[in-house]
T-cell receptor, first 119, second 111 residues
Framework: DGGITQSPKYLFRKEGQNVTLSCEQN?????MYWYRQDPGQGLRLIYY???????QKGDIAEGYSVSREKKESFPLTVTSAQKNPTAFYLC??????????????????FGAGSRLTVL | QKEVEQNSGPLSVPEGAIASLNCTYS??????FFWYRQYSGKSPELIMS????GDKEDGRFTAQLNKASQYVSLLIRDSQPSDSATYLC???????????FGPGTRLSVLP
């Protein structure tokens, strides 16, 4: 079955460390996204990618970095510059980046999430 | 920047009652709305999309959209304890590119 795989599910980081969250999809989707969710809050966009070798900053990109070397993969690195990284991180994908808002395919599919805790 | 607002929770309803969840947005006109359900500790899952003014029914769920008022609601009939979750409203931008998520409304259905 097609889907999005995020790993690890739980991750602990010491202050000053960089950590990388993996996101792999086999849906043949063009667009991929990273969101951050803090307790009791909605999703905030960190980075997104329309196609391979291209990505754009979202609303809260500071302290994060991404790469998109393959269509299937969109890893997120949480750097030491991110001062408050403890959160639930969600990877998502969409069939096309730019699609009609009325298109039935214009929906996000999410991975199971990665929970990062800073020790 | 588009602002998406949802009625603050937690919303508690007894089992079998109708739960009503509301969402409004400002700044732009959106062509469509999506409702996602998120269980605690899990990722969001799409439960309803609506593109046209009026009502759209899917099982126990009914979405109501009023584009002129920039308002959308989600009604859950015959609420079950398994409906207890956070419901996120997410309109895409005008080009269908990025989604702006509301803060979510936490629903608790009491047995």
């Amino acid at each position: 079955d097609g889907g999005i795989t995020q790993s690890p599910k739980y991750l602990f980081r010491k202050e000053g460390q960089n950590v990388t969250l993996s996101c792999e999809q086999n849906l043949n989707h063009d667009a991929m996204y990273w969101y951050r969710q803090d307790p009791g809050q909605g999703l905030r966009l960190i980075y997104y990618s329309q196609i391979v070798n291209d990505f754009q900053k979202g609303d809260i990109a500071e302290g994060y970095s991404v790469s998109r070397e393959k269509k299937e993969s969109f890893p997120l690195t949480v750097t030491s510059a991110q001062k408050n990284p403890t959160a639930f991180y969600l990877c998502a994908s969409k069939k096309k980046y730019r699609d009609s808002p009325l298109s039935g395919a214009n929906v996000l599919t999410f991975g199971a999430g990665s929970r990062l805790t800073v020790l | 920047q588009k602002e998406v607002e949802q009625n603050s929770g937690p919303l508690s309803v007894p089992e079998g009652a109708i739960a009503s969840l509301n969402c409004t947005y400002s700044d732009r006109v959106s062509q469509s709305f999506f409702w996602y359900r998120q269980y605690s500790g899990k990722s969001p899952e799409l439960i309803m999309s609506i593109y046209s003014n009026g009502d759209k029914e899917d099982g126990r769920f009914t979405a109501q959209l009023n584009k002129a008022s920039q308002y959308v609601s989600l009604l859950i009939r015959d609420s079950q304890p398994s409906d207890s979750a956070t419901y996120l409203c997410a309109p895409p931008d005008n080009y269908g590119q990025n989604f702006v998520f509301g803060p979510g409304t936490r629903l608790s259905v009491l047995p």
